[in-house]
């Protein structure tokens, strides 16, 4: 077996391994994680051909179906991402929508691959760059891709806003994680084009080489997302797909009069010095537009429109202000970054101190250094 058929066993076990484990493992999310088990399923049918060039003969009909198996890869992909996205995501029938290029490409390869006889198979691969059936896959499989990478990038976008706007938690650094995940998986598929390109060209030999690169870049990656996956096995799941954005509600809602902003925003401010609800990490507009029986979407627009900011930004600001009076105490000197963190609503290091630097221009730690260097 030579380099291409290793690395390709390897792919293959770690595929089929990740995906075994994501249809058995028990938790809340099983939707997303079978639809993600399925992707990487269809990736690894995919990838399969160098094991599959050793025990054919030649172009098979089961052949060719795998080969038209990647048009299911992006579309399953975009609904992991939407399951991911979405707290309240289930199967609808639309959804099956996607699986049209699947079947219509297959449909046209019926006259003159599936139904033929396998001369009339090793001709038509032959001079597959002057069958129609070929060029009209090739450049929908590439549609696709952008099509689909595209709604991806609008839904991560859609998303976050939409978290921002009602959360005030630390799934944000999810958001960051599934982005990083898709732009990766974005360059690896314009990679994938580029590969198509030459194959269907005079340089198919380069080609060949691509393909031997995207088998093991593509063994890192699934790599990285299982070392991902086990380190956030939550990820997000926080957004309503019902909610909308501010900016849809500003232009379904009537013009609020002045007053009647002005007492909402006192009701808000007097709750929050009182109460304190921003010490409670998962904290949503939803809680606090029911403790202070203002409407949701009025609220909404109070603090995502009128003030300014976002509702993840507007409570880490009293979040960060508490922690300042923390550190400013003689009396708490001893008290920990962590301990602080955690005590005024906080779940990770990280977010604290990107909150805690963008409200002050330093870090807790160089705040604390600079206080204890003003009282001697």
Sequence with gaps: MDLLGIVTVVSLFVSFFLAFFL???????????????????????????????????????LGMLRNTMSFLQIPVFYLYVLSVCYSDFKWKPKYFLHLTPFFVVNVILMPRFYTVDLASKLNFIVNRKDMMELQFTHWLFHFQIIFYFTAVFLLLRKAKKLYLENNSGESLNSYHWLFQFTSVLTVFYL??????????????????????????????????????????????????????????????????????????????????????????????????????????????????????????????????????????????????????LYEVGFNSKSSFNTAFKKHTGTTPTEYRKSLQMNTL
């Design 23 to 61: 249809l058995t493992v028990k938790t809340a999310y099983k939707t997303s994680n079978q639809l993600f088990a399925f992707f990487l399923i269809i990736t690894a049918i995919d990838i399969s051909e160098p094991l599959i060039s050793l025990i054919s003969d030649g172009p098979s009909n």
């Design 191 to 340: 990679i994938v084009i580029l590969k198509n390109i030459f194959k269907f060209s005079d340089y198919a030999y380069v080609s060949d080489w691509i393909k031997i690169g995207i088998l093991v870049s593509q063994l890192f990656i699934i790599c990285w997302y299982l070392y991902k996956a086990l380190n956030n096995p939550g990820l997000f799941r926080n957004i309503d797909s019902r909610l909308k954005l501010v900016s849809d509600l500003i232009l379904e809602e009537n013009k609020i009069e002045p007053e009647t902003l002005n007492e909402d925003l006192l009701k808000l401010k007097k709750y929050m010095f009182d109460e304190k609800p921003f010490l409670n990490p998962a904290l949503t507009i939803q809680d606090i537009s029911k403790e202070i029986n203002v409407p949701f979407r009025e609220l909404s627009v109070l603090i995502n429109h009128d003030l300014g900011q976002h509702f993840y930004d507007f409570v880490n600001t009293y979040r960060i202000e508490t922690a300042m009076q923390i550190l400013r105490d003689p009396s708490k000197s001893k008290v920990t970054i962590l301990e602080i």
